[in-house]
């Protein structure tokens, strides 16, 4: 997400929301949001019954995906 092209401090957005968790799972987000908050990354999520988007700084998305790897999570860029 970014306010304009030439931002520097624009958001990219990782979706885990490709196959629809059951809306009875809890869970989920705090999965994704955890490992990136103990790696000091900032987030901005939005979330809704079939999928959640977890923003992330532009500058840091290959940290992010780092983080989420080591903690299991399987990430596509």
Same mark, same amino acid.
């Given at each position: 997400?970014?306010? $304009? $092209?030439?931002?520097? $401090?624009?958001? =990219?957005?990782?979706?885990?929301? *490709? *196959?629809?968790? *059951? +809306?009875?799972?809890?869970?989920?987000?705090?999965?994704?949001?955890? +490992?990136?908050?103990?790696? &000091?990354?900032? =987030?901005?999520?939005?979330?809704?019954?079939?999928? $959640?988007?977890?923003? =992330?700084?532009?500058?840091?998305?290959?940290?992010?995906?780092?983080?989420?790897?080591?903690?299991?999570?399987?990430? &596509?860029?």
């Amino acid at each position: 997400m970014r306010r $304009d $092209d030439g931002a520097e $401090d624009g958001w =990219v957005a990782l979706w885990n929301g *490709d *196959d629809a968790h *059951d +809306p009875e799972a809890t869970g989920m987000l705090s999965a994704i949001v955890a +490992p990136l908050a103990a790696g &000091a990354l900032p =987030v901005w999520t939005a979330a809704s019954y079939d999928g $959640d988007l977890v923003l =992330v700084p532009a500058g840091r998305l290959e940290e992010a995906a780092a983080v989420l790897r080591r903690a299991g999570h399987q990430v &596509a860029l």
